[in-house]
């Protein structure tokens, strides 16, 4: 199986070989490919999205997909020993990451590993972070709720300890992210998709200050990290 690099580099340092793993946010499961070539079992891949679902199961055999909610992860408690969010927390706004942290907690095992792998908050100017505000905007006015949201490490660290997980280690995975220009036209054609319920009054100057973001890529910038936390045993 073809596994990112980031993903071998965060498990790098983690004991997989033989635990209960789970991937939360499956999406294409680069995390749940990395967690079965190290070595873990049973791995359970949890995504709502019923495509992802359905690509996981036939690149990733081994593992057990569970379509849920990550609020409500379908697993008893204190049953996972390590869990593996790799580019969840993007995704998520401060209150669903509040009560998916409250849910990791309930599944993990006492000493249980979490690895939370995402992106530090972008400079103001980049033209990426511009591209990701022009989705944002789209997002808001459609959905009501912004598409990403880029956690800073020590905020997530935060609310983790929370919760009752220590810290054990933070590295970097890229520094800085490359933000390739195939990714700057990929978030491009989901903005126009995005877009499409708005009227064209409002959504045309949105896309086309997308579309001239196109000419600055590609916008190495910020840094992908990863968070290591144990939870408590006490």
Same mark, same amino acid.
């Given at each position: 199986?073809?596994i990112?690099q980031? $993903?071998?580099d965060?498990?790098?340092?983690? /004991? $997989?070989?033989?635990?209960?793993?789970?991937?939360? +946010?499956?999406? *294409? +499961?680069? @995390?749940?490919?990395?967690? $079965?070539?190290? +070595?873990?079992?049973?791995?359970?891949? *949890?995504?709502?999205?019923?495509?992802?679902?359905?690509? $996981?199961?036939?690149?990733?055999?081994?593992?057990?997909?569970?379509?849920?909610?990550?609020?409500?992860?379908?697993?008893?408690?204190?049953?996972?020993?390590?869990? !593996?969010?790799?580019?969840? #927390?993007?995704?998520?706004?401060?209150?669903?990451?509040?009560?998916?942290?409250?849910? #990791?907690?309930?599944?993990?095992?006492?000493?249980?590993?979490?690895?939370?792998?995402?992106?530090?908050?972008?400079?103001?100017?980049?033209?990426?972070?511009?591209? #990701?505000?022009?989705?944002?905007?789209?997002?808001?006015? *459609?959905?009501g709720? /912004?598409?990403?949201?880029? =956690?800073?490490?020590?905020?997530?660290?935060?609310?983790?300890?929370?919760? +009752?997980?220590? =810290?054990?280690?933070?590295?970097?995975?890229?520094?800085? *992210?490359?933000?390739?220009?195939?990714? #700057?036209?990929?978030?491009?054609?989901?903005?126009?998709?995005?877009?499409?319920?708005?009227?064209?009054?409002?959504?045309?100057?949105?896309?086309?200050?997308?579309?001239?973001? !196109?000419?600055?890529?590609?916008?190495?910038?910020?840094?992908?990290?990863?968070? @290591?936390?144990? =939870?408590?045993?006490?």
């Open positions: 199986m073809e990112p980031t $993903v071998r965060a498990l790098a340092d983690v /004991p $997989v070989d033989g635990a209960t793993a789970l991937e939360a +946010g499956a999406g *294409v +499961g680069n @995390g749940t490919a990395g967690l $079965v070539d190290a +070595g873990a079992a049973p791995v359970y891949a *949890v995504t709502d999205h019923p495509d992802h679902a359905a690509g $996981v199961r036939e690149r990733v055999p081994e593992a057990e997909v569970v379509e849920s909610d990550l609020q409500s992860i379908p697993l008893d408690d204190d049953s996972v020993d390590v869990i !593996l969010a790799h580019g969840l #927390f993007n995704v998520l706004t401060n209150e669903e990451a509040a009560a998916i942290a409250a849910e #990791f907690t309930r599944v993990a095992a006492p000493g249980a590993w979490l690895l939370v792998d995402d992106y530090d908050p972008m400079p103001e100017h980049a033209p990426i972070r511009r591209l #990701f505000g022009v989705e944002n905007a789209i997002a808001e006015l *459609v959905d709720r /912004p598409a990403y949201v880029f =956690h800073p490490e020590a905020g997530l660290r935060q609310l983790f300890a929370g919760h +009752g997980w220590d =810290h054990e280690r933070t590295k970097s995975l890229l520094e800085p *992210v490359p933000w390739p220009e195939e990714l #700057f036209e990929a978030h491009l054609d989901a903005a126009r998709r995005s877009a499409e319920p708005l009227d064209d009054a409002l959504a045309e100057p949105l896309l086309a200050e997308a579309e001239s973001l !196109l000419e600055d890529a590609p916008s190495p910038t910020s840094r992908m990290y990863s968070l @290591g936390l144990r =939870h408590s045993t006490q």
